[in-house]
């Protein structure tokens, strides 16, 4: 089933991948074979920058529960207004620049330039952002969740992609449509001049500056927060620029959740045998329950690298399968499911302890059924 499925996604990726070949042949027959990868790996870089921001969207403020709710967000949202605007249309002088090139009037080049300049400072901004994620303080990530790197590789293409149209267009120096007439005079006059210069895209390159601090003026006088360009990643938690720690996390739930939840059957079935405590919480406790925790026991202390890397996969998905189980026909069906695998790890158990029972029973401080709270 694995299997099939890791082919099925190989085969959609591939389908995709030549879709997007003949698509950019027919739009730009010119375009050589490294700009048609490019391309390509553009977009599937955008596809896994999109899933991973959206596991990453918590703000800084926000506790979380790491099993089920997003990481933190490398930007503050409330101000990445200009971030993303000037993302957005960096994208698209991209692509007119991509395929029009030089049939466009000099003037609507050298803004296209800007952008696109201004958006490669963006990207480089956000790759030094991104460049650290510090999940130590977050059990479930403590060792990273790899976010850095999936979310680099998008801004990285970009940026590449973007200076190889600016060194291309450097190349081939100024070829200017300036038979384009405005009927300001004014207008007209600026365009025979940039119509004329000996390159272009070198003198757009050099107009980045100013237009950048126009933009922060027009900040000052819209009474808008200039620090909104730096609050846009200093506003966060976890990441390179962030200047806040995270509260800590909700993790209460952590557990053997399919014993827990089968614990709460008909009690002729499941046979619960007191009341536990978990995380400072009180639980309805079987033995079922305390089997699978002692095994826990054995593993964390046989190999704590193998027990990480099952506990992380059974908080991943363990915790959705139980919130399914939510009656007692199925609560009785899970119990009854798990029973080849509680015999299983009481004869591991019985195997490596010289007093099993011992082990067992002294898991999760038992009390009784009817316990004084």
Known sequence: MIIFLIISKILIILGVSVGIWILITKLKSNANNLEKTFVILL?????????????????????????VEPCYSPISYKDSFWLIAIHLLSVISLVVIYFKEYKLPPLQISAFIILLCLGILVNLQFLYQVSSHDTSRIHLWSDGDNADLFMSIYPLILTISSIGILIKMIKNKSKVDSKKIYKN????????????AQNLPLLSILLTAPILLLIIVILILFGQDVESLSKVYSETATWKLSRHLHPPTVDDRHGHYLCTVAAQGNPKIVKPIGVGFRNGNLILVNRQLQIANAFEYLIENFNPKIHKVIRHNYDKYGINLAKRINNEKLSNLTYILMKPIEWIFLIILYSFYIKPEEIINNQYNLCGLSPKV
């Open 185 to 196: 005079k004014q207008l007209n006059w600026l365009n025979g001049k940039l119509a004329n």
């Open 43 to 67: 977009i599937f870089s955008l596809i896994t920058f999109v899933i991973t921001l959206l596991n990453h969207s918590t703000p800084y403020f926000k506790d979380i529960d790491p099993f």
